[in-house]
């Protein structure tokens, strides 16, 4: 299996919500948080979800502020 990895950055104080949505969708992402001040986080998923995985990330964008990198 081939994995994908996206970078973003949000406000250190919404990883933990960010984190709670994609771990509502089972199996579809690891978030794993790269600089908890600096609200980096990368979002990594098998590629053969990656549109499932866009369309989720952006309804999460549609709720907070979350930057790609």
Known sequence: MVSSKRQFKTEGRLL????????????????????????LFDVIYPES???????????????VNIEDL
């Open 49 to 63: 979800r990656e549109e499932e995985v866009l369309i989720v990330m952006k309804g999460i964008k549609e709720e």
């Open 16 to 39: 933990s919500h960010i984190k709670n949505i994609l771990e509502g969708y089972d199996n579809l992402t690891v978030m794993s948080t790269v600089d908890a001040k600096m609200g």
